[in-house]
Each structure stands twice: as structure tokens, then as C-alpha cells.
Nanobody
Framework: EVRLVESGGGLVQTGGSLRLSCVAS???????????IGWVRQAPGKEREGVSC???????FYSDSVKGRFTIWRDSSRNTVYLQMDNLTPEDSAVYFC????????????????????WGKGILVTVSP
């Protein structure tokens, strides 16, 4: 069973930065780079939003709401995906979930979360005004 563990969330002021990490484990018949790994966020009263995704073929997706402020990259030697979040605003406050699925999932754009097979428990990001 694939397991995803998020870290790096917390409280930050507007304009600040946070770096989220997601460590993936439990791959049996396939490898880390056979999977797209992405970040989906859920804020109270708002729809779930796929904010960024990276797949093992080098493709990357960013939602319009974070493009230019967030950066995703993966370290295959550590089975880890990072999300650097800069210039944060209160609108970025949410629970961020690490998700994993097949590499082609990235073509779904902001709805990639709907085709991901594995989810982490989520980590809270709070941006104060």
C-alpha cells in the first residue's frame, strides 16, 4: 500500500513562505517515477482545488491561482515531492493533501485529484492577514 506523509505546514503571515514535503513509500511492483504526485487543497466552504502536480515524465501543472508563486519539484532518490509556496495570502489557507496516481493524471489539470489513487492525511497551512 502506497503511503504519503506530508510535512512543512504551519502558520505564516501574508507575504511569507512555506515549503511542503511529501514522502512516498510502499511502492511494490512499480516505482516512484511511475506516479504523478500532486498537491490538492481544501479550504472550509470552498471546493477542493488541485494546485500543482509533477509526474515522472517531467510534466508539471500549476493552477492559475498559484502560478508564479508556487514551485513543485521531485527528488526521486528520496521518493519526495516538494512544494515551495511563496508570497502567500490568506486565500492560500487550507488543508493541503499530497496525492499520487498514474503519470497521465496530470493531463486532468486542476481536477487531477479526481483520478489520483492515493492520498495523504493532509497538513494545515494558515496564512494570517
Amino acid at each position: 500500500e502506497v503511503r504519503l506523509v506530508e510535512s512543512g505546514g504551519g502558520l505564516v503571515q501574508t507575504g511569507g513562505s512555506l515549503r511542503l514535503s511529501c514522502v512516498a513509500s510502499g511502492f511494490t511492483w512499480d516505482k516512484f517515477d511511475d506516479h504523478a504526485i500532486g498537491w490538492v487543497r481544501q479550504a472550509p466552504g470552498k471546493e477542493r482545488e488541485g494546485v500543482s502536480c509533477s509526474n515522472g515524465n517531467g510534466k508539471i501543472f500549476y493552477s492559475d491561482s498559484v502560478k508564479g508563486r508556487f514551485t513543485i519539484w521531485r527528488d526521486s532518490s528520496r521518493n519526495t515531492v516538494y512544494l515551495q509556496m511563496d508570497n502567500l495570502t490568506p486565500e492560500d489557507s487550507a488543508v493541503y493533501f499530497c496525492t499520487a496516481g498514474p503519470n497521465p493524471a496530470i493531463v486532468a489539470g486542476s481536477t487531477f485529484g479526481e483520478v489520483m489513487h492515493y492520498w495523504g492525511k493532509g497538513i494545515l497551512v494558515t496564512v494570517s492577514p
